[in-house]
T-cell receptor, first 112, second 115 residues
Framework: SQQGEEDPQALSIQEGENATMNCSYK?????LQWYRQNSGRGLVHLIL?????REKHSGRLRVTLDTSKKSSSLLITASRAADTASYFC????????????FGTGTRLTVIP | NAGVTQTPKFQVLKTGQSMTLQCAQD?????MSWYRQDPGMGLRLIHY???????DQGEVPNGYNVSRSTTEDFPLRLLSAAPSQTSVYFC??????????????FGNGTRLTVT
């Protein structure tokens, strides 16, 4: 039972452009996280936004959260070729343990 | 610090064989977990542990066993490999066992093929 769904599945942009990825989820959450995965590697945590926050920034990353619509977006500004990766949203499972539901991911390609 | 270390990186098994995927972390994290990643499915939780001696099932536990005898190690055992277990397996750990959902630290994965 997958919690998060990213949209689009794949995104291709030119270097310097902004990239926006969206995530929708199904049930109530305490927080939502975004992770990045380079090809053949493990996931790396990018940012966490709590359910009582609406927007959060970290460097070139901006995350928004709309709990009424059960959706989040990740914006990467001034993209670089090194940003090419898959991006996943993850929500907590409310099980009391640090278990996460992951979405299916957005594959971002930044063309130099 | 090495972080989360998974071995082996690649493995090919025949149907019915058993094997253990190793996972070790050197960050003194209480929480550890195993996920499998399949195309179009995202990551799905297999088993998890909130401390030495404590394990519990995740979303897709059938066909897998785990144990947590030390804080550092969390091996995943495939009892009788099936082609449906062909996947990439990730081990993850975190300082927090729950509540504030501290970020997960992932290993680089084990790519398993069952023929």
């Amino acid at each position: 039972s997958q919690q998060g769904e990213e949209d689009p599945q794949a995104l291709s942009i030119q270097e310097g452009e902004n990239a926006t990825m969206n995530c929708s989820y199904k049930t109530s959450i305490n927080n939502l996280q975004w992770y990045r995965q380079n090809s053949g590697r493990g996931l790396v945590h990018l940012i966490l936004i709590r359910s009582n926050e609406r927007e959060k920034h970290s460097g070139r990353l901006r995350v928004t959260l709309d709990t009424s619509k059960k959706s989040s977006s990740l914006l990467i500004t001034a993209s670089r070729a090194a940003d090419t990766a898959s991006y996943f949203c993850a929500t907590d499972t409310l099980t009391g343990a640090n278990n996460l539901f992951f979405g299916t991911g957005t594959r971002l390609t930044v063309i130099p | 610090n090495a972080g989360v270390t998974q071995t082996p990186k690649f493995q090919v098994l025949k149907t019915g064989q058993s094997m253990t995927l190793q996972c070790a972390q050197d960050m003194n994290h209480e929480y550890m977990s195993w996920y499998r990643q399949d195309p179009g499915m995202g990551l799905r939780l297999i088993h998890y542990s909130v401390g030495a001696g404590i394990t519990d099932q995740g979303e897709v536990p059938n066909g897998y066993n785990v144990s947590r005898s030390t804080t550092e190690d969390f091996p995943l055992r495939l009892l009788s490999a099936a082609p449906s277990q062909t996947s990439v397996y990730f081990c993850a750990s975190s300082y927090s066992t729950g509540g504030d959902n501290s970020p997960l630290h992932f290993g680089n994965g084990t790519r398993l093929t069952v023929t």
